[in-house]
């Protein structure tokens, strides 16, 4: 007599389930799981793993401040490559006549075994000049155009390898020298808060004493909220998110400065990044590490007490690249859209956006 399934009483067992493809990322490699059935869909992220990685990533970031504020050193820095080894450097004078320009550099870096396709667009000229009103106005347009040239791309018969150049994150650099944010300042921010995320940055954090630091801070975003700026905002941390990236969720919004062994308290706020370049190794004490040598000291890039590099490399690379593309997909190309479709399909891209919400 056969039982159900077609095994025969007194035969031996059924056979062990088949090895898994996915070997220790298999989902139901374990003991316990071994004498249950299962359909198989929990192997669904594998999947969609395994054809990420081997298509590759792709993301464009924006670089946009003055000159001399370390805009180079610190993408240098984020990236461990060098993007500007053509890099022609004009005098003062040459600065105050030159224009803004958009140059686009991409690299493709592999780390293991993921690609990543990186374009860093930077506007060289942008608030050198004497007078500088509307200087702001080639960055969004160049903006505008990457929408438009992707919306054309995805309207198109050919649609399998569309080649996404749209903004996905705006560093923009505020020089530490003055007293806040410029109008220079306020006004760029105005005119693409709607277009792109952007992420504030304060420049060479390590001209400033750690009061200054703090009291800049506090200034720009105070300033940031008082003109309705709206800068990229951290999405909120999931309750079942686990332990290790709630804390980094954590330290991505406040700085803390540990008091004892139990209790810390926040000294700053993290935003705007105060951030530090350098491209130097420098080795002390058996270790490597970037950093800037002054006669008073050494400071660290990737020393947290230093800078907060290390916090906006864990935003823009290691937790919220994804997110950034994201907002990006869903929020300000889906706004240009709709203002495209408000206009009647008009070409002209010589508008200003207005605070349009889908």
């Keep these: 007599m056969l039982d159900p399934i077609g095994y025969g009483t007194n035969s031996l067992p059924p056979p062990p389930r088949p090895k898994s493809p996915w070997g220790r990322f298999d989902p139901y490699d374990s003991v316990e799981d071994q004498d249950k059935e299962y359909v198989g869909f929990a192997t669904l992220p594998n999947q969609v793993h395994r054809k990420s990685v081997k298509k590759g990533f792709e993301f464009t970031l924006m670089v946009v401040g003055e000159s001399g504020l370390g805009k180079s050193t610190l993408v240098n820095s984020l990236f461990l490559t060098d993007l500007y080894k053509g890099r022609v450097l004009h005098n003062a004078p040459e600065r105050v006549a030159q224009t803004v320009a958009i140059t686009k550099n991409t690299v493709e870096i592999v780390e293991k075994g993921v690609k990543l396709k990186l374009n860093i667009v930077d506007t060289p000229g942008f608030g050198d000049a004497v007078n500088n009103i509307q200087s702001w106005r080639a960055v969004s347009d160049y903006v505008d155009r990457q929408f438009e040239q992707y919306r054309r791309d995805e309207t198109g018969l050919n649609r399998k390898n569309i080649q996404d150049n749209r903004i996905h ?27 792109v995320n952007i992420v ?22 105070t300033e940031i909220d008082k003109h309705r700026i709206k800068i990229y905002q951290f999405p909120d941390c999931d309750e079942d998110e686990d332990e290790l990236f709630r804390r980094q969720d954590l330290e991505l919004k406040v700085k803390e400065r540990r008091i004892g062994w139990v209790h810390s308290e926040i000294t700053s706020l993290s935003i705007p990044f105060a951030v530090v370049g350098s491209n130097a190794i420098v080795e002390s004490e058996g270790r490597r590490f970037r950093a800037r040598i002054y006669p008073w000291g050494v400071v660290e890039v990737e020393n947290v007490a230093h800078s907060d590099f290390v916090h906006l490399r864990n935003m823009l690379v290691r937790t919220h690249m994804q997110d950034l593309k994201d907002m990006t997909q869903d929020v300000h190309y889906e706004n240009y859209r709709a203002q495209y479709l408000c206009r009647g399909a008009s070409p002209d891209l010589s508008y200003s956006f207005g605070h349009f919400a889908v």
Excluded at 174 to 180: A, D
Excluded at 200 to 221: F, G, H, Q, Y
Aim: with cysteine; net charge positive; aromatic share 8%.
């Design 169 to 195: 994150c705006c560093l923009y650099f505020i020089s530490p020298y003055g007293h806040g944010l410029r109008p220079l300042d306020v006004e760029f921010m105005r005119s693409l808060h709607e277009k």
């Design 200 to 221: 504030p940055v304060l420049a060479k954090a390590d001209s400033l004493t750690s009061s200054e630091l703090r009291n800049m801070k506090t200034r720009i975003m």
